[in-house]
Nanobody, 123 residues
Framework: QVQLVESGGGLVQAGGSLRLSCAAS????????MGWFRQAPGKEREFAAA????????YYADSVKGRFTISRDNAKKTVYLQMNSLKPEDTAVYYC????????????????WGQGTQVTVSS
């Protein structure tokens, strides 16, 4: 099991950038696919990005492709989400997640969740 703690959320103006971090503990981090989901008020949790266990493959939702970049540092047991060109519709609670396969990263496939960090983008 992997324990996850997110940080880096906050308030930013449209067009700005934020970098989220997710610190992990547990022996299985380096063999786990990692990803980010987000949930806006009144909406279902949705996939944003995922990265394979070695960082070699990344996957993005169409809504964030070209603006967000996911990466990981296995030595530091940390996964990052660099968010650029932020839009008001990116406002949500962002959750870090660990799973088995980055290619199939759905809420049902997630083994561990972080507590979430709020991102608010003002217009």
């Amino acid at each position: 099991q992997v324990q996850l703690v997110e940080s880096g959320g906050g308030l930013v103006q449209a067009g700005g950038s934020l970098r989220l971090s997710c610190a992990a503990s547990g022996r299985t981090f380096s063999s786990s696919a990692m990803g980010w989901f987000r949930q806006a008020p009144g909406k279902e949790r949705e996939f944003a990005a995922a990265v394979s266990w070695n960082g070699g493959s990344t996957y993005y939702a169409d809504s964030v492709k070209g603006r967000f970049t996911i990466s990981r540092d296995n030595a530091k047991k940390t996964v990052y989400l660099q968010m650029n060109s932020l839009k008001p519709e990116d406002t949500a609670v962002y959750y870090c997640a660990a799973g088995a396969q980055a290619r199939v990263f759905t809420p049902m496939k997630v083994a561990s969740w972080g507590q979430g960090t709020q991102v608010t983008v003002s217009s």
